[in-house]
């Protein structure tokens, strides 16, 4: 799935169900985040569950396209 610009309070509820929809029906879950500038702490919170989630569903769960900067940020919040 690939991800808005920008990741924040304001779109975070979108991709969350996008996010969710994608654990439900796909065996392996890859966000393309290679467009992706920016997140928010609301962001990380969303994609770290998501990891957890896909774990306990023995699911394949990947970043693609992560910039370095957004890479630090994933990184700094337990990613």
Request: glycine share 2%; no cysteine.
């Amino acid at each position: 799935m690939k991800a808005a610009k920008e990741l924040n309070i304001k779109n975070v509820m979108n991709f969350y169900m996008e996010l969710k929809r994608e654990l439900e029906t796909s065996s392996e879950i890859i966000i393309d985040l290679s467009e992706t500038t920016r997140i928010d702490a609301s962001a990380a919170q969303v994609i770290h569950a998501a990891k957890k989630k896909a774990k306990s569903m023995n699911k394949n769960f990947l970043l693609h396209g992560t910039s370095p900067e957004l890479k630090r940020l994933l990184f700094l919040a337990g990613l």
